[in-house]
């Protein structure tokens, strides 16, 4: 499927979803600290886990019942723009210094709903697009990128703390995310045309 350019450009959208949860995830008392978020940071750490369950639960129930009308692409891409704004509270909260519960809450809740809907939405077009056989495969990049994406995070993050604000660098991770999956989709279409 590396043939096909929209399924790279799926992965590295995935790559900066998984990698900017997961490594939130490792450094959220850290923020909520930072932001002031007080009791709130660890109501945090349930919303978490809960919104990526029930985002994978959600998201695949809704795609079971509307894969006809409404593709997969098309849910990657609203996911993609939940990451964004998660990444953009983060931007207010460590840039802009808007010290509130809510900018807290938010980067969590948004950041978790879109990677489990990205869990669910990208094995079912791994699925969809590159048949049983090469499953394992295509499943197995899409979670290699995960992985590399929290390494790439995990650097980036020491690197730009002696560098930039760290807010910086969430909210451009959250512009290529958008733009990566709008790339697969564009390249997507224009190959099911």
């Known amino acids: 499927m590396f043939k096909k350019p929209w399924y790279t450009f ?8 998984a990698g900017g949860y997961m490594q939130y995830n490792q450094r959220y008392k850290t923020v909520g600290a930072t932001l002031e978020a007080g009791p709130v940071i660890k109501l945090s750490s349930h919303f978490g886990w809960i919104n990526d369950i029930l985002s994978r ?15 997969s692409m098309k849910y990657l891409i609203v996911l ?11 931007f207010l909260g460590a840039t802009l210094d808007v010290h509130e519960e809510f900018v807290f809450l938010a980067i969590h809740i948004f950041i978790s709903v879109a990677v489990g809907g990205y869990r669910v939405l990208t094995a079912e077009i ?10 394992g495969m295509n499943w197995g990049m899409i979670y290699f990128t995960n992985f590399l994406g929290v390494f790439f995070y995990q650097i980036l993050t020491v690197f730009i ?17 958008v733009v990566f999956i709008f790339l697969a989709w564009n390249n997507h279409k224009k190959e099911t045309a």
């Open 80 to 90: 993609s723009f939940f990451t964004f704004i998660g990444h953009f509270f983060f």
């Open 126 to 135: 791994a699925l969809e697009e590159g048949g049983l056989d090469n499953f």
């Open 10 to 17: 799926m992965i590295l959208s995935f790559f900066f979803v």
């Open 161 to 177: 703390n002696f560098k930039f604000n760290m807010g910086i660098a969430y909210f451009i991770f959250g512009i290529l995310t």
């Open 57 to 71: 639960l959600l998201v695949g129930i809704l795609g079971y019942f509307t894969y006809k009308s409404f593709s």
